[in-house]
């Protein structure tokens, strides 16, 4: 997946989640505001029935016409609270309960109706009791009628009183009165009208509940919606949290995701290109997936690649340079030493030649004389000083010879053939230290043109060198073979026992011998060397201390014109 | 018999001097000569049979004192004495008509045997 694609991907997941808490936070809004509606429609009701509460108890204290209309103006407006409620909230209370709540507030209004007739009928039923009353008291006389006014007094009390004990009382008083059919139906009047309070009091009870009844519907109307409401808020709060903390973490984990699949794999790219710039162009960085990290990193590394491919072939040519460097240095450093030891011969070579004549004339004259003292003695001393100008002589002609090099005659003919007359001049000396020689000579080479007798030369220089490097037995190796197009080449090594590197580097300069005191003069080497750069080849050399020595001599198929030295 | 006569021309002087006695003490007559100019006199003078001649002096090029020798006396022996086995000198000394060459030190048997050679050759011709 690309960046651009994982960004938009993170971005769509905020979207969706705050989509998700907005549609939620909506949804609660809406039911709290219905919820909200229903309570003011419950504190409605209840303010409503509060007023009729009142104006009930004040009814039924005055029993006026103002109250019980007022009453009737509330009532009539409850019900129509009542109607108003939305079909969701009755849905929301449950039908049934709804429906009680309307016949109690229909068994209220009809218990008020009633109680309002009764109160009518009570009234008219007391002016009946009274002005029957009245009548009896104009016919009765002495002391009947003063029972009858006493018993009239106890008529009043309950009129009054309008309660049970004060209708007995009377009652007891009633029935010692003398009966007559006036006097019966004004005690029945009065009956009547105890027979109305008993039945006002019930249906005042039954009002009284119908009213709280109704009261305590909306009560626990009021009460269950602000819990609902309640509830809603607290679950809301919690769904908020809850949203949060998920918008939270999911935020995290795809930021991490994010940073994890953007981030490690630039810090990765960081490091490696920390470490090209240090130098290390083998780091291949590998980095999955096919966003443009991973294209740029597949960039980095073909760079990465290229570079080290260049690095490599440059420094192959660096120490090519070197390695000619190196040459070109020799070289130059074994002609100017040549150079100087030609001159420095041929400087000692007219004193050399001064003393050998002298020398020998002293020989000369010693010999014929006859009475010179001691004369064996000089004649010894004579003959060590000659020797010693003989060994000087043998120095200076080879330096002059290394210097000045001596003719080349070009001739064909074949390498391997040249080796096996080298090693047969050598034969005896192979023979006497029991050295075993391993030829491995190809004897299909192409023809060399050079100077063979100077090659011959260098080839017993070598080989002799190896005969008297090795212990009695040794074992030379003596290999030709082709080098390139344009050349052969012969290897000669032996298992003597090496030449440390820091003698190796020195081999080929004049005087430098790796020999015993006295038995080598340095110069076969340095010899040999120039005649092999003379004839356009090369020679070079490897040893391994303990391990024997390998010569190499390249020698051209054709002389190419070379600088003498 | 004759006795070979030998000029010695060489600017060394003790040299020179000495290797003459030393062939004087082998029965030659030996003529030590230390100037290259003085050559062609001393030939008249002597007459030698051979001469000794430095390929390289400093007051002037053997080759040239040879091809002078030649000149007057082309039948006189002349061997060339050098400090080294120089190829193209040698060469070039034979080609200008030097009978041998020697090389400095020299080694009196070999110088010895060299005169034989040539002067029996003269005897012979």
């Given at each position: 997946m690309k960046i651009r694609d994982k960004l938009l991907?993170?971005?769509?997941?905020y979207v969706l989640l705050a989509a998700i808490i907005g549609f939620v936070a909506y949804k609660d809004l809406s039911t709290i505001t219905n919820r909200l509606q229903l309570v003011q429609v419950a504190d409605d009701i209840t303010n409503t029935l509060l007023e009729i509460r009142r104006h009930?108890?004040?009814?039924?204290?005055?029993?006026?016409?103002?109250?019980?209309?007022?009453?009737?103006?509330?009532?009539?407006?409850?019900?129509?609270?009542?109607?108003?409620?939305?079909?969701?909230?009755?849905?929301?209370?449950?039908?049934?309960?709804?429906?009680?709540?309307k016949n109690s507030i229909g068994s209220y209004e009809k218990k008020i109706n009633e109680?309002?007739?009764?109160?009518?009928?009570?009234?008219?039923?007391?002016?009946?009791?009274?002005?029957?009353?009245?009548?009896?008291?104009?016919?009765?006389?002495?002391?009947?009628?003063?029972?009858?006014?006493?018993l009239r007094q106890l008529e009043k009390d309950f009129l009054l009183k309008k309660d049970s004990r004060s209708f007995k009382v009377f009652q007891e008083s009633f029935v010692a009165m003398p009966q007559g059919d006036d006097l019966g139906r004004y005690g029945m009047l009065v009956e009547r009208l105890h027979l109305l309070h008993t039945r006002e009091a019930e249906i005042h009870n039954a009002i009284i509940e119908h009213a709280r009844a109704i009261e305590l519907f909306t009560t626990n109307l009021s009460a269950k919606e602000r819990a609902d409401v309640n509830a809603i808020l607290a679950l809301s709060r919690k769904l908020l949290v809850l949203a949060l903390l998920t918008v939270l973490a999911v935020g995290v984990a795809i930021n991490v995701k994010l940073a994890k699949s953007i981030v490690i794999p630039i810090l990765s790219l960081e490091e490696s290109t920390k470490r090209m710039a240090e130098g290390d162009f083998s780091v291949v960085n590998q980095i999955r997936g096919h966003d443009?990290?991973?294209?740029?990193?597949?960039?980095?590394?073909?760079?990465?690649?290229?570079?080290?491919?260049?690095?490599?072939?440059?420094?192959?040519?660096?120490?090519?340079?070197?390695?000619?460097?190196?040459?070109?240095?020799e070289a130059e450093k074994l002609a100017s030493l040549g150079t100087l030891a030609a001159g420095v011969a041929h400087e000692i070579n007219n004193p050399l030649a001064i003393i050998n004549e002298k020398a020998g004339l002293m020989q000369d004259l010693m010999e014929l004389s006859k009475n010179v003292p001691r004369k064996d003695k000089y004649l010894d001393i004579i003959s060590s000083i000659l020797e010693s100008v003989n060994r000087c002589r043998t120095i200076t002609h080879r330096l002059l010879g290394f210097a000045r090099g001596m003719e080349t005659t070009v001739e064909a003919f074949d390498i391997s053939t040249a080796v096996s007359d080298v090693l047969g001049f050598l034969g005896q000396e192979i023979t006497a230290k029991k050295i075993r020689i391993q030829r491995f000579l190809d004897s299909f080479l192409p023809a060399v043109a050079s100077d063979k007798a100077q090659l011959q030369q260098v080839l017993l220089n070598i080989i002799k060198n190896a005969i008297d490097a090795v212990e009695e037995g040794g074992v030379i190796i003596v290999s030709s073979l082709t080098d390139g197009d344009d050349a052969v080449a012969v290897v000669i090594a032996d298992n003597g026992p090496g030449i440390p590197e820091d003698r190796i580097k020195r081999i080929f300069e004049p005087f430098f011998t790796t020999k015993e005191k006295g038995k080598g003069t340095g110069l076969g080497l340095s010899i040999t060397y120039g005649i092999v750069r003379r004839l356009g080849g090369e020679i070079t050399v490897e040893s391994e201390v303990g391990r024997g020595t390998s010569f190499r001599i390249r020698i051209p198929l054709k002389i190419h014109a070379k600088k003498e030295i | 018999m004759h006795q070979t006569t030998i000029l010695i021309v060489d600017d060394e002087v003790e040299f020179a001097s000495a290797l003459a006695e030393r062939l004087e003490i082998r029965g030659y007559s030996a003529i030590p000569v230390f100037s290259a100019h003085e050559?062609?006199?001393?030939?008249?003078?002597?007459?030698?049979?051979?001469?000794?001649?430095?390929?390289?002096?400093?007051?002037?090029?053997?080759?040239?004192?040879?091809?002078?020798?030649?000149?007057?006396?082309?039948?006189?022996?002349?061997?060339?004495?050098?400090?080294?086995?120089?190829?193209?000198?040698?060469?070039?000394?034979?080609?200008?008509?030097?009978?041998?060459?020697?090389?400095?030190?020299?080694?009196?048997?070999?110088?010895?045997k060299k005169i034989e050679a040539l002067t029996e050759d003269t005897e012979k011709g």
């Open positions: 991907f993170a971005f769509a997941i009930e108890k004040n009814y039924l204290l005055f029993r006026d016409k103002d109250h019980i209309d007022l009453l009737s103006s509330f009532l009539a407006n409850l019900k129509q609270n009542i109607d108003g409620i939305q079909r969701e909230i009755i849905l929301d209370i449950g039908n049934a309960k709804y429906m009680e709540l109680i309002v007739e009764i109160h009518r009928a009570q009234s008219d039923l007391a002016r009946m009791v009274v002005a029957a009353g009245q009548r009896l008291q104009k016919e009765l006389r002495d002391e009947l009628l003063q029972r009858f006014i006493a443009e990290i991973a294209s740029l990193a597949q960039s980095f590394n073909d760079m990465g690649r290229q570079l080290n491919e260049t690095m490599g072939s440059l420094e192959l040519a660096v120490q090519n340079l070197h390695e000619k460097q190196r040459q070109l240095v | 050559v062609l006199s001393m030939i008249e003078a002597h007459n030698p049979d051979v001469i000794l001649l430095d390929l390289k002096m400093p007051d002037s090029d053997g080759i040239e004192v040879l091809r002078n020798i030649k000149k007057i006396r082309p039948f006189i022996a002349v061997i060339m004495q050098t400090g080294h086995g120089d190829p193209d000198s040698v060469r070039l000394a034979i080609e200008s008509g030097a009978a041998d060459y020697i090389m400095k030190p020299i080694n009196i048997g070999e110088l010895t």
